[in-house]
């Protein structure tokens, strides 16, 4: 069986560009959380967020005809600043095209919804009705993709197409899982000979007007605005939903041995994959929590671990009243006796939920904690749940040695994915 | 490495079911019409293939589910379901629940209906924009389930509440080439023994003003008044196909339909000699009786593949058969459209637009998507040789 390592990391962040400035806000225990500043959300139910704030570096590479389109949608800035960031780094001196035949490369990357601008169609609406005509003839002399609808994979083309990835570019669209899932094909496809290498990981960001609107309408959001950055409260008794958040991670991939020759930074060992479904709701979790158990209880076998293997798990951990009993559950019932002893943390309650990107960012969390031996925390939880018994590292990072880890991701509709990854083995 | 098969076939396009539009194919009816777009008055007519009615909630376990259903999500269950039966997996919750799947899916179809309304209401009285109107007035408009038809995930997640499927999963976006990864990732999990059955398919609802308008900027969009070619009929349809090993299908006495020999993805530049060398790369090499094609949008872009056919397999190269001409085009679900047709031919021993073609049992379906991706499948019937 062909191993498979993570060599590259990059990331845009609530809580800081780049690994470092991430890493240190983990280690920090630092909130990327507040009042909505990209947009005037003063009227809406929900006015907080995980925005990313500070200039978002656009690579150079970034070219018409995708370019206009890409500065007009965060999540695709994101993706090519978190991209630019693993290729450099991974690379550093040379690139991934000149190190990998081209169609051994993949490009498997997590993206959220498409960018709809409300604003460009308004004025084609007349009587809440759109004018057809009218809307064509505004679309004319625009650049492509520039206006109204941005559809969601023209970062991964771009990033595909700087790298010289000609292997399988998959754009997983798959909500809250994307990119858990993105990352666990790739490295099925490294695993079974398909690829060599991949570029993977995801980007998201629903913090504009449909965004927020359209998850104010699902009552999924906390509206606790007065909190601020003490909004984001998983497993807290007074949880009241989750908080947006937005960003981009992007890891690289490569094949244990092929890595090993080109002498490249080896940060962790990808060490399993497996998703499931619920087939339950279409909004709430299963209670049986067969499709949350089936995808860590799969990951673990197939990484061969046995729960007391495992020092840490990143929790999927919402903050919404449903998920994190249920996610505290499935933990359970899949430890055991051991459960209790392991650390488990979301770092929702730091940059908040990243929808499309959340597996990716949230898996360079779980690195942070294979490599510096900290594990992150889970802030804002003053008051336990009696429903949620684990050890939830509340309020504070804590030493500890980390050599395997869980990110679990579940997503609304009911999918699931668990990736279990760990430090280089012998 | 286990051998995959085809035991279940569905769709839902203009005609209907596989069966009905192959049966219109051999009549030589075209699906393709005059469509003119509803909900947005003054949006040019356009050629396409709309889907035949259909009753959304015939196969929901409840008939509630079907209000959480774009008609994305409302077509990819009713094709899935036709591929359940076809399977005999009906009556099998227990194989159905631990099948794999796997879904592409198109650009969202805003419902214009909400987003007009909402639009409207959030404009200032001299007709600006204003977002503190969207906050205050324009949501309250919304439907409150809008979100669920908007959210790309919908139907995989409702294919698998309706049929009770809980394995490997994950929904791609929004092109042809998604397609083909889905369809690759659910024959290498098959062959390698990760699961033994998956539902791949795609799904689309291009003919909405939106996505359209999308479209129409790309110039991918085929109008009335067109003369040069070049352009889609854009279809609303779903197709999916159900694989599994051989073992699987054999052991619950279900019928392969078809054998699945090799799986190939690539992007190479589009010149008959990358596209010989990718035929020729094959790994059984030798000739298909015919090359099921679809995704190509003009005649240059077939007159490559014909070259590049007569190139791999000199002498008496492969004819080529498409049927997008006349049903259509929807990019997510284009392959397992023309695999399922090149399948149910199989089975009934002709391909309809190829009348010189008798018997065909060695098929190589061949899928062409607008960024350059191929992706290539070799389909048998289980009686031709290995």
Redo the contacts between chains.
């Keep these: 069986m062909r191993r498979v390592v993570v060599t590259g990391l990059g990331v845009v962040s609530p809580i800081g560009i780049g690994v470092d400035a991430f890493y240190d806000g983990l280690r920090h225990a630092r909130s990327g959380i507040g009042l909505i500043r990209s947009?005037?959300?003063?009227?809406?139910?929900t006015r907080i967020a995980g925005e990313v704030t500070g200039d978002v570096p656009i690579p150079v590479w970034v070219a018409e005809p995708l370019g206009s389109a890409i500065n007009r949608d965060r999540k695709a800035c994101f993706a090519v600043a978190a991209a630019d960031q693993a290729l450099t780094e991974a690379f550093s001196g040379g690139s991934i095209g000149s190190s990998y035949a081209p169609?051994r490369i993949g490009t498997y990357l997590g993206?959220g919804?498409?960018i709809?601008h409300?604003?460009d169609?308004?004025?084609h609406?007349?009587?809440?009705?759109?004018?057809?005509?009218?809307?064509?003839a505004s679309?004319r002399d625009a650049p492509?993709?520039s206006r109204?609808?941005i559809?969601?994979?023209l970062a991964s083309?771009a990033v595909a197409a700087h790298a010289r990835a000609?292997?399988?570019?998959?754009?997983?669209?798959?909500?809250c899982t994307?990119a858990a899932?993105a990352i666990g094909?790739a490295f099925?496809?490294v695993q079974?000979d398909?690829l060599d290498a991949a570029i993977v990981g995801g980007y998201d960001s629903m913090v504009n007007?449909l965004g927020v609107?359209?998850?104010?309408?699902?009552e999924a959001l906390s509206r606790a605005n007065h909190l601020g950055g003490a909004a984001s409260r998983p497993f807290d008794l007074n949880r009241d939903g989750f908080v947006l958040g937005e960003g981009s991670a992007v890891l690289i991939l490569e094949e244990l041995n092929a890595a090993h020759r080109r002498n490249a930074p080896i940060y962790a060992e990808l060490l399993a994959y497996?998703?499931?479904?619920?087939?339950?709701?279409?909004?709430d979790p299963d209670p049986s929590l067969?499709?949350a158990v089936?995808a860590m209880a799969q990951a673990l076998a197939r990484a061969r671990l046995e729960p007391s293997d495992v020092d840490y798990i990143n929790a999927h951990g919402t903050g919404t009243r449903k998920n994190d009993p249920m996610e505290s559950r499935a933990i359970r019932r899949v430890f055991g006796s051991v459960a209790g002893e392991i650390p488990v943390s979301s770092t929702k309650s730091q940059v908040g939920h990243l929808i499309g990107a959340a597996g990716a960012v949230e898996l360079i969390a779980c690195i942070f904690a294979l490599t510096e031996g900290i594990v992150p925390a889970t802030i804002n939880l003053d008051t336990p749940d009696p429903e949620c018994d684990l050890d939830y590292v509340p309020k504070k990072p804590r030493a500890r040695t980390v050599r395997t880890a869980l990110s679990n991701s579940f997503?609304?509709?009911?999918?699931n994915a668990c990736i279990a990854i760990g430090r280089l083995r012998g | 490495m286990t051998e995959v098969v085809i035991s279940g076939i569905g769709m839902h396009g203009a005609f209907g079911d596989f069966g009905d539009t192959l049966d219109a194919l051999a009549q030589g009816r075209t699906a393709v019409t005059r469509v003119s777009?509803d909900?947005?008055?003054?949006?040019?007519d356009v050629l396409g293939a709309p889907a035949g009615p259909y009753d959304p909630g015939c196969y929901a376990p409840d008939r509630k589910?079907v209000k959480?259903m774009s008609r994305t999500a409302q077509l990819a269950v009713l094709a899935s379901g036709r591929a359940i039966e076809r399977a005999g997996l009906m009556d099998d919750p227990q194989s159905r629940?631990a099948m794999a799947?796997f879904v592409a899916?198109g650009?969202?179809a805003?419902d214009?209906s909400n987003?007009?309304?909402?639009?409207?209401a959030?404009?200032t009285a001299d007709?600006?924009?204003d977002?503190?109107?969207?906050?205050?007035e324009?949501?309250r408009l919304?439907h409150?389930l809008?979100?669920?038809k908007?959210?790309?995930?919908?139907p995989?997640?409702?294919v698998?509440?309706a049929?009770?499927?809980?394995?490997?999963?994950?929904?791609?976006?929004?092109?042809a080439?998604?397609a083909?990864?889905a369809f690759?990732?659910a024959w290498?999990?098959i062959r390698?023994g990760?699961f033994v059955r998956a539902l791949v398919g795609g799904c689309g609802q291009g003919l909405s003003?939106?996505?359209l308008?999308?479209l129409?900027?790309?110039d991918r969009v085929a109008c009335p008044d067109d003369t040069g070619g070049g352009r889609f009929p854009i279809a609303d349809l779903a197709a999916f196909v159900i694989l599994e090993s051989a073992q699987a299908a054999e052991d619950r006495g279900a019928r392969a339909i078809a054998r699945i020999d090799s799986v190939r993805?690539?992007?190479?530049q589009r010149s008959s000699q990358s596209l010989a060398a990718f035929f020729g790369g094959d790994p059984d090499g030798h000739r298909p009786d015919s090359v099921v094609v679809t995704g190509c949008i003009d005649s240059v872009d077939l007159q490559v593949l014909t070259d590049a056919a007569a190139s791999a397999w000199p002498g008496t190269p492969p004819a080529l058969a498409s049927f997008d001409d006349r049903l259509g085009h929807c990019a997510a679900a284009s392959l397992p459209l023309a695999l399922g047709l090149a399948v149910e031919s199989m089975s009934r021993g002709s391909v309809p637009v190829q009348q010189d073609l008798s018997a065909p049992r060695d098929l190589l379906i061949l899928s062409a998507a607008a960024?350059e991706?191929l992706f290539s499948c070799r389909v048998r019937s289980v009686e031709a040789p290995q």
Excluded at chain 1, 126 to 133: H, K, S, T, Y
Excluded at chain 1, 411 to 415: A, D, L, Y
Excluded at chain 2, 265 to 268: N, S, T
């Design positions: 947009f005037d959300a003063s009227t809406f139910p169609d993206a919804l498409e709809f409300l604003d169609l308004a004025p609406v007349r009587g809440g009705e759109l004018d057809g005509a009218s809307l064509l679309l492509a993709f109204m609808q559809p969601s994979h083309s000609e292997g399988p570019l998959a754009v997983n669209v798959s909500a994307a899932q094909e099925l496809a079974d398909v007007p609107g359209g998850f104010c309408m699902l497996a998703s499931s479904l619920d087939a339950y709701r279409v909004s067969q499709g089936s997503g609304f509709g009911g999918q | 777009v909900g947005a008055p003054g949006f040019p589910l959480y629940a799947l899916t650009y969202i805003f214009l987003v007009a309304r909402s639009a409207e959030s404009k007709g600006a924009f977002l503190g109107r969207m906050g205050e324009g949501l919304c409150p809008m979100p669920f908007m959210l790309l995930n919908m995989l997640g409702l698998s509440i049929f009770g499927i809980r394995g490997e999963n994950f929904v791609l976006y929004p092109g080439d998604q083909g990864i690759e990732t290498r999990g390698n990760r003003p939106i996505p308008a999308t129409i900027r790309q993805l690539a992007r190479p960024d991706a």
